[in-house]
């Protein structure tokens, strides 16, 4: 099991003795042009989670490839890049300049992008035909039915899986109007972890790809049921805000949490937590 950051999470080149920690390190998701993000206030803290709406800043692709991530390579750790877009053409034309990273890892739940599975499958299929660099598709568990959108990533030629992205949500100050200036923003941490766990398990027993999990992941326990729930590997996001320390004290906790549940390695917790309920949507 390997342990990553997940995207948007680290600044790998502010912070690069937390990025040296990771066995990956993924990029915050790189769009075609650059963008300023959404207006302050931006972060939100939640009664059990927090609320972002970063509004995908980021510096571009051009200033990404020429200035960022030369300077990621030199780390010394595999490096992931997210990729965003406003149409298949923005990712496959990303995807086509990317070159010496470990993989890619197609952010699909970007702004006016349609999350339903038709069109993730063409972001997927376009991406395909444009690099032979692994394809990790990162889904939302916004849709209804995450596993019918994971088939049709793995059918458009996906490697692997990212689950899950943040979910849509509010939150209020004491004079009842909106905290982020936005309205809304994504949910993460604690909050998200049993409807991740659900997406990871529902998508595990859809398609046979390796998935990373993620979301509210914070001890060695919660990234062992995230492995228990069919991961091959995990990301830190939110915790990292609070614990930068959080890779090395999960890596540490999880041969606790492993002895806790009986079994005698990450890899031995794989898949324990199969779920009748969705082995029934499996096709036969
Ligand atoms: C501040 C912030 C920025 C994020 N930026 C991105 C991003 O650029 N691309 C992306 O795919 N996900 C982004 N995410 C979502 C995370 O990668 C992750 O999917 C989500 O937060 C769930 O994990 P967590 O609960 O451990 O944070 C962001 C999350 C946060 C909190």
Redesign the pocket.
């Known amino acids: 099991m390997r342990i990553l950051?997940?995207?948007?999470?680290l600044d790998a080149l502010a912070a690069p003795e937390v990025a040296r920690e990771l066995d990956a390190f993924?990029?915050?998701?790189v769009t075609p042009l650059p963008r300023e993000g959404s207006a302050p206030p931006?972060?939100a803290e939640t009664a059990h989670?927090?609320l972002?709406a970063?509004g995908?800043a980021?510096p571009g692709r051009e200033r990404f490839l020429a200035e960022h991530l030369p300077r990621l390579r030199e780390l010394g750790v595999p490096v992931w890049v997210?990729v965003?877009g406003f149409c298949a053409g923005d990712y496959a034309e990303t995807c086509l300049r990317l070159a010496d990273i470990e993989a890619i890892?197609l952010?699909l739940?970007?702004p006016n992008v349609d999350e339903a599975a038709d069109s993730a499958a063409e972001i997927v299929s376009a991406c395909r035909r444009a690099t032979e660099l692994p394809l990790y598709a990162?889904l939302?568990a916004a849709h209804p039915d995450v596993a019918e959108v994971a088939r049709a990533v793995a059918a458009a030629g996906a490697d692997g899986l990212?689950l899950?992205?943040?979910l849509r949500a509010t939150a209020l100050d004491r004079r009842l109007r909106p905290v982020l200036a936005r309205g809304n923003g994504?949910?993460?941490?604690?909050?998200?972890?049993p409807v991740?766990l659900h997406a990871v398990s529902a998508c595990h027993q859809a398609v046979g790809l390796p998935i990373v999990g993620?979301?509210?992941?914070?001890t060695g326990r919660d990234a062992l049921e995230f492995v228990a729930c069919g991961a091959v590997d995990v990301?830190?996001?939110?915790?990292?805000?609070s614990d930068p320390g959080a890779p090395a004290r999960v890596r540490a906790e999880l041969a606790v949490a492993c002895a806790d549940a009986g079994v005698a390695t990450p890899e031995d917790a794989g898949s324990l937590a199969k779920s009748p309920e969705t082995e029934r949507k499996v096709p036969a």
């Open positions: 950051n997940a995207s948007g999470c993924v990029t915050k998701t931006r972060i989670g927090m972002n970063i995908l980021n997210s965003g890892e952010n739940s970007c990162k939302s990212s899950i992205n943040t994504g949910l993460s941490g604690p909050a998200l972890r991740a993620m979301g509210g992941i914070q990301a830190l996001g939110t915790v990292l805000f």
